[in-house]
């Protein structure tokens, strides 16, 4: 059942209201507005409310950023922080509808006790409770039956948080020459300035440095860093990148035949994503 409005004075013909992060605004009498009136926006309670507002989003980007790293770590989370986080509608809206393990049994999470035991439901739409233990969010790479899983999200009604059953995946073709050590298939794209290329790594949520972007991913037990070279010159000067390649503990690139499926998915996904905004013909 959705929590009733909480509706705040703000001016003598307006009233104001979070509705989770969306103000909303409306007359004393009820009639909800279209939009927000600059006194109103500008009253001490908008101000107030914008700002709460602003707290909130800030809140759900770090929620989904720390749900997608267990993603990408693959580590098991203990089910006591599972259920400590559970009741903030960001962390649950976060978690929710995603396919996790629990126990050996796998299922879309639907609900976490105060204990932290989970109710999956399978591919059957069957609800499951197994017993306390660690949560482990696979990535998708991990999930053979991938579509068989959108399929029952989709019969639900239901979306996930943080993308999971719709995140890109990329296998490593057959025709890979395992004992290479890079991945041309993105370089030479051409940007206009360096710092677009910076830019738009970073809005992907990837970390620049010494002029790659890199994401670090942990592949069964074995941790990697994905690198694609953007370039080290004056930010402002146009920039080509370059190759796309795995790196260990150690800083020594990894031969494409050992890198792991879920390094090699999210490096791929990485480089696609920065090498799409690239200068174009049309441009």
Excluded at 156 to 165: E, K, M, P
Excluded at 257 to 263: D, H, R, S, T, Y
Aim: hydrophobic share 40%; with cysteine; glycine share 10%.
């Amino acid at each position: 059942m959705a929590t009733p409005l909480v509706w705040h004075p703000a001016t003598p013909q307006h009233e104001l209201a979070l509705d989770g992060t969306t103000l909303r605004c409306r007359k004393p009498q009820g009639r909800e507005l279209g939009s927000i009136p600059r006194a109103a926006r500008d009253s001490r309670t908008g101000r107030g409310l914008s700002e709460l507002r602003e707290r909130l989003v800030r809140h759900e980007d770090e929620c989904r950023t720390t749900v997608e790293s267990w993603l990408l770590a693959g580590i098991p989370v203990p089910a006591a922080l599972v259920a400590r986080v559970w009741p903030d509608p960001s962390w649950r809206s976060a978690l929710a509808q995603l396919v996790v393990i629990v126990d050996g049994r796998t299922g879309l999470l639907t609900e976490v006790t105060d204990e932290g035991r989970a109710t999956l439901v399978d591919q059957d739409d069957t609800p499951q409770t197994p017993p306390v233990g660690p949560f482990t969010l696979p990535h998708p790479a991990l999930l053979p039956d991938l579509t068989r899983w959108l399929r029952r999200l989709t019969l639900r009604g239901s979306a996930q948080g943080v993308a999971q059953l719709t995140r890109e995946v990329h296998h490593r073709p057959d025709t890979t020459p395992p004992g290479a050590t890079g991945l041309d298939d993105y370089a030479g794209a051409e940007f206009e300035e360096l710092r677009h290329a910076t830019a738009r790594a970073a809005r992907h949520g990837f970390v620049v440095r010494g002029g790659f972007a890199t994401l670090r991913v942990v592949d069964g037990d074995v941790a990697l860093q994905a690198r694609y070279w953007l370039g080290a010159d004056d930010p402002g000067l146009p920039a080509d990148t370059g190759r796309l390649l795995w790196v260990d503990a150690s800083e020594r690139p990894v031969a494409l035949g050992e890198v792991g499926p879920v390094a090699w998915s999210e490096g791929v996904r990485m480089a696609e994503l920065i090498h799409a905004g690239r200068k174009t013909d049309d441009q």
